[in-house]
Structures are given as structure tokens and as C-alpha cells.
């Protein structure tokens, strides 16, 4: 049934700085904006071996919800300890520290400049599946 992620959509009420953010963090400008002339709305990055689709949305168009909610979803890092103080350094806050979770397992959190909150794993499973 499930096959994947296909898209992780952020948002942000100042685009512009959100997305030189991004464009920091991933090492590349996005790769598709809306609208293609004027301020930006939205904006998509492709990352990893598997090319995931990262979004963001300008926060005018967030979903309304009548009680807090939201999703946590993280990514897998070779080095989380690193990914982590890289994350930080950009200005990302820290939300989880960095924590052992069993075995090779590690994982973390920041909260980006915008108030999103973006996780971290360090994945034996993930590596091996994707180990070339």
C-alpha cells in the first residue's frame, strides 16, 4: 500500500528567508517555485538516494485545524551528531538532542527558523538498504 514519502511540505511566513535557508541546508536552490514571476508561494527541493520531494508553502495556505496537530518527519543523516551542529549553525534551534534509540539507532530533532520541526535518524536499517 505504502510506497514511500512523496512530498514533505513545510511552511513559512517569510518565503524568501525560508527558502536561502533551505537552499543552505539541502546545498542547492530549489528546483521548482510558484509562481514563476513575483514573491514566491511555493517552493520544492529533491534530496537523497532517492530523490524525496522537500516543499515549502507560504504559511498563508496552511491547513486551518481546530486543535494542534502536525507530523514529525525525519530524514535519515550518515553522521547525525554532524547533521545536527550543521543544522544549528544555520540557525535551526535545537528541539530533541541528539539521543541513542538501541543499537546503531540515533535520532534528533531542530525546530527550523520558520517553526517547523525537522527531524533526524541515523538508520542502520536505512543505510543497509540503500549501501551501494
Do not use: C
Not at 537552499?23 to 530523490?51: K, L, M, N
Amino acid at each position: 500500500m505504502f510506497r514511500g514519502i512523496a512530498n514533505l511540505n513545510l511552511v513559512a511566513d517569510d518565503m524568501d528567508a525560508a527558502i536561502e535557508w533551505y537552499s543552505a541546508v539541502f546545498g542547492a536552490g530549489p528546483y521548482f517555485i510558484r509562481p514563476e514571476q513575483g514573491p514566491a508561494q511555493y517552493a520544492e527541493w529533491r534530496f537523497g538516494d532517492d530523490e524525496d520531494e522537500f516543499a515549502l508553502m507560504d504559511a498563508r495556505f496552511r491547513p486551518a485545524l481546530p486543535q494542534p496537530g502536525g507530523a514529525l518527519v525525519s530524514m535519515h543523516v550518515d553522521d547525525i551528531q554532524a547533521s545536527f551542529d550543521r543544522l544549528l549553525a544555520l540557525g535551526a534551534k535545537p528541539f530533541d538532542p541528539v539521543t541513542q534509540r538501541g543499537e546503531g539507532w540515533w535520532s534528533a530533532s531542530v525546530s527550523d527558523p520558520f517553526g517547523n520541526l525537522l527531524g533526524l535518524i541515523q538508520s542502520p536499517h536505512w543505510a543497509a538498504l540503500h549501501a551501494g
